[in-house]
């Protein structure tokens, strides 16, 4: 498979996803500003969650430029990331609704751990295809973010179940954490030309 047919699939995911997540925001009955603040934790979690999205939105694209060749591995590993992403509708609406309560707040963070989880294998099958001295495996270096986010994710599951709200400051955390895109993976891909599909 051409890697330019495997990131449009993968785009077209992500933008039903927020399509999805955007149709739970119910349209409130009402016109005084006051029916507004029942819906405010969950406008605050979709927000979150769409940051989160386009988070991997960004740094998925940038891995996918890095490829040099699609395989069979790399299309279930993919597909595994999309899975864990789709189901952000589900948990953020639920948490959303429930104002941040213990299950939700700590389902809300499997999820999150799973899909780092699941990008972090798509990543190293990546590294794996095109070699550990590859330039993309030496702009990971050490990919401290990458190890860090799993463990606050697990930290903040755990948090939900004594202090919901301090599950979502860390939640907060590592989107704020991964907001500015990872530079190092584009400048591999800015020195290697343009690429081909």
Known sequence: MEKNRLEAFSDGV??????VMVLELKVPAGSDIAVLKPLLPVFLTYVLSFIYLGIYWNNH???????????????????????????FPFVT???????FTTAPTALYGVVLLLAAIAYFLLQNLIIAQQGRDSKLAASLGRDLKGKLSPVLYAMGIAAAFFRPWLAGCIYVFVA?????PDRRIERVVDESGPSTH
């Open 93 to 99: 609406g639920w948490m959303g609704e429930n104002h």
């Open 176 to 180: 704020l954490m991964w907001l500015i």
């Open 61 to 87: 694209h940038h891995l996918l430029k890095a490829v040099r060749k699609v395989n069979g591995a790399m299309m279930w590993a993919n597909l595994h990331l999309l899975f864990w992403l789709s189901l």
């Open 14 to 19: 992500l933008a039903i996803i927020i399509t």
